[in-house]
Each structure stands twice: as structure tokens, then as C-alpha cells.
């Protein structure tokens, strides 16, 4: 079996060199999304990383990346799969994925679209600026946020102002989870505990909302590849009317300030949420990160 090992802090430099090397891919490689979430491994394989995902009962194969040899890893992938007893789910898979299995292996692989997975990607002078008519709705919440809250102001995210935004975000699971007692928070709630624990080390980026001292949404981030900044998490009071908006605006008006070379800001998926998958389109994404799934064939009706 392949020896499959949990990402370590140490790790991260030499990940992201492979990962910024290769084509744009989705959310689920960010450095960060691998050591906050579930139970993900990774093994340097044939130059290039294999990665091995547990999520809700299912182990899936996320496709390998890097400039080494590709199909040996998938491969040594379809052998681990067997050694282990489990389906071959091989996720994240691109058109230029899709392409490269059907080449190396005709007729081996199902593929289904994954449109709950697709990362919707915004141009980060879009969300920055508001601009035009397919922008006014947002511009129009924002002014009114401005309106109510004249003296609001933007903290970068510290160790000195972290205690206040982790207290915000959990009254935020708080009444959520009041609201929803079936919704699944828990591990959203256990990534983002581990990512104000781990913010420094991860090379995150966050800001704070703050109106009178008191915080009203919180966001954080970290790079995806060179021009693109990803959005794992953002909080917001929902009892004030904007916050939302504000700090999506402020957030990119912020990173593009510090990183002019960040052209693209990429907000993951909608979870196939219909309000969620709502909210997202509202801001007009540039373009989406489109994804499928690779069964093989002889193990389709074992998923």
C-alpha cells in the first residue's frame, strides 16, 4: 500500500513549490484546506504528490499532482485502492485529468460531474471595487452598511485581536447550531478552530470587522497559487444587515493592497446549498473550477 502520511507544518514550503508549479487547480489542494480538514494524507510519489481523503465515511483518491510521472501514481493508486478493499474514487479531476486517464487507461473509467464541488473564482478588482450594473445590488448593501455603521473599521487578523474574532465565531456556531441542531457544523467548526490555532505557521491572511470595539465578521484566507488567493472562512453577525458584503469587499480591497499580484480570489464551492450556490452566483464569479469524478468501472455499483 502506499505509505500515505497526515501533512506536517514543516511540509508546506515543499508542497506549495509542486502545487504553484502546475496548472490552476481547485480549493481541496490549498496547503491550509489539507492540514485543517478530516482525515487527508499525502505521499511524493514518482515526483509528484498522491493524496488520500477521508470525508463522511468515504476515502477518495484526490488526482495526484506534479510535473513527475502522473500515471505511475495513478497507478500505484488503483493498486492501493485494491489492498485496501475500497472503490477507486479518484476527485478533483479537470478536463485535462479526464483527458489523461482516458488516454493512459481507454475505457477504465466512469466520470460523473461534481457541481456541488465546482470553486467559484472571482476577479479580485470585481469583489474589491463593485463596479456596474451587475454589481448594484452589492454596492447598494454596502452603502447601507456604511450608512448605519459610519465608524466601522478593518483589523488585519493578530494574535493580539484573536481572542475577539474566535469569540464571535463561536456565537456564530452557537446559534446556528441552536437553529440547526441537524446541520453539520462540526467540522467546519473543528478546521477553523485549528486555523486561529495554526494561522501564523499557515501563512494565513484575515481580517476583523469592527464596529464600537465590537467585532462583527471575521475572514481568512490563504494562497492557492500565485495569482490566486483562496477564502476558506467568513463570518458574519447576521443581525447586522451588510456585514457580509463588507468584509467580502474589504477583505479584497485588502489583499489586493498587499499582494497586487493576486488577481484572482477563489470563494471554494457551494456544497450544492441552493442559498449558498445563490449567494455565490450574486457576485458574478469570473469563472468556476470545474470538476468531476473518476469511477473505475468495475467498482461503479460498490459506491
Known sequence: MIDFHRLKLSQKEPYEQILF????????????????????????????????????????????????????VVEEILADSKQRGIPCRITNV???????????????????????????????DDLADLRGRKFQK????????????????????????????????????????????????????????RAFQNFQNLGMEGILLLDGGEVLAVTMGSRLSRDTFDIHFEKAREDVDGAYTAINCEFAR????????????????????????????????HHMVEKCWAYLAEDIHAD
Open 21 to 72: 508549479s502546475c496548472p490552476p487547480r481547485g480549493c481541496e489542494y490549498s496547503f491550509a484546506n489539507l492540514f485543517l480538514w478530516g482525515r487527508q494524507q499525502a505521499a511524493l510519489l514518482h515526483g509528484c504528490v498522491a493524496l488520500f481523503s477521508h470525508f463522511y465515511g468515504r476515502s477518495v483518491y484526490p488526482y495526484p499532482i506534479g510535473a513527475g510521472d502522473r500515471r505511475a
Open 94 to 124: 479537470c478536463g485535462a485529468d479526464r483527458a489523461e486517464l482516458e488516454d493512459w487507461f481507454p475505457g477504465k473509467f466512469l466520470f460523473r460531474t461534481d457541481r456541488d464541488g465546482y470553486d467559484y473564482v472571482y476577479a479580485t
Open 138 to 193: 452589492k454596492r447598494n448593501h454596502f452603502n447601507r452598511f456604511r450608512a448605519e455603521h459610519p465608524d466601522y473599521e478593518i483589523q488585519p487578523l493578530t494574535p493580539c485581536n484573536s481572542a475577539m474574532a474566535q469569540s464571535m465565531v463561536n456565537d456564530w456556531y452557537h446559534h446556528r447550531i441552536q437553529e440547526d441542531p441537524h446541520g453539520n457544523y462540526l467540522l467546519e467548526s473543528i478546521a477553523m478552530a
Open 254 to 285: 485588502y489583499l489586493r493592497l498587499k499582494y497586487p499580484e493576486v488577481t484572482f480570489l477563489d470563494r471554494e464551492d457551494d456544497l450544492g446549498l441552493e442559498g449558498l450556490r445563490k449567494a455565490k452566483l450574486s457576485y458574478n464569479p
